[in-house]
């Protein structure tokens, strides 16, 4: 199987940056999302993550930046994206009903050859292979935000998925520049969420009853671990619209947390990093 066209759904924070990644190191990308208006937004987002390139990628200039643009289409037509694609990623909302909505289609419209593969941090493949109409082909495909750095990709694939399509998925995480990560039973939260998402719900815990503030509770983290950042800068790179979505989830024991968020950030559109405030205000002196 030889990958050499990809198609990205979905081009919000991640979806943006994993098309962005793509084209840096040589395919061809087509990015879709539903409206013009969101096009525009990833475009705006893209100017940023460019930025982030020349400050933090080394070789990167404005001639790699420009053939990286080159090499992206942006559509909103999803029989339009998926017509050429050997595989496409998947980068939509972390609702399952909504994912198999897309896979419906998907099959309808992509060639026989693509490989289906969903960047969701939390949903398990088996959840949504049947609604692909080729199981045998469709697996979890995993980045961490900030992927130019943070650089690993997640790979899980299901009972059915083939060796052969893990492989291949395997090597082209490989050819983007990642670090590939191999799961071999499909485990919610794969490995990085499993190991990321209790730090932040104890950081959440502790900002809503009152312990300490954002900048106590990270300066204690980076102190005593030693890493570069805290759990509240953590939330600010992954979005907050993210964190309240997974935190408001029925269960989570987190709802609490997700209220906060609302009415102290969501609710006054400080998202992030992409908004320019979150937890703390960017760009960060």
């Known amino acids: 199987m030889t990958i050499k066209n990809v198609t990205v759904l979905g081009t919000g924070v991640l979806g943006a940056q994993i098309a962005f990644q793509t084209a840096y190191k040589g395919f061809s990308v087509t990015a879709y ?6 096009v525009v937004k990833a475009k705006t987002f893209l100017d940023y993550v460019a930025g982030r390139y020349l400050a933090d990628v080394k070789g990167a200039d ?3 930046i420009a053939a990286a643009r080159s090499r992206l289409t942006f559509v909103t037509d999803l ?6 694609a050997d595989l496409i990623i998947e980068a939509v909302p972390e609702k ?3 994912k198999r909505e897309i896979y419906a289609k998907l099959g309808a419209v992509a060639p026989a050859k693509a490989i289906f593969a969903s960047n969701s941090s939390t949903l398990l493949p088996s959840a949504m292979a049947q609604s692909t109409g080729r199981p045998e082909k469709f697996l979890a495909l995993h980045f961490a935000n900030e992927i130019w750095s943070n650089n690993i990709a997640e790979v899980m694939g299901h009972p059915d998925t083939s060796p052969e399509v893990f492989q291949t998925v395997v090597e082209f995480a490989r050819d983007i520049g990642m670090v590939p990560i191999e799961i071999h039973k499909e485990q919610p939260g794969y490995v990085l969420n499993s190991l990321l998402v209790p ?7 502790l900002l809503v009853k ?3 503030t954002p900048e106590a509770i990270d300066k204690t983290w980076k102190i005593a671990t030693k890493s570069p950042k805290g759990p509240f800068e ?3 790179i992954i979005g907050l619209n993210t964190a309240y979505a997974v935190s408001s989830t029925p269960g989570s024991g987190q709802e609490n947390f997700a209220a906060y968020l609302k009415e102290n950030y969501i609710d006054k559109g400080k998202l992030g990093v ?3 405030e979150g937890f703390y205000k960017y760009p960060r002196n």
């Open 210 to 212: 009152g312990v300490a």
């Open 234 to 236: 953590i939330y600010d």
């Open 79 to 84: 029989a339009a994206a998926a017509k050429d």
């Open 33 to 38: 999302d539903i409206s013009d208006a969101a």
């Open 199 to 205: 730090l932040l719900s104890a950081a959440g815990q």
């Open 62 to 64: 404005q001639s790699t």
């Open 274 to 276: 992409t908004t320019g």
């Open 96 to 98: 399952i009903e909504l």
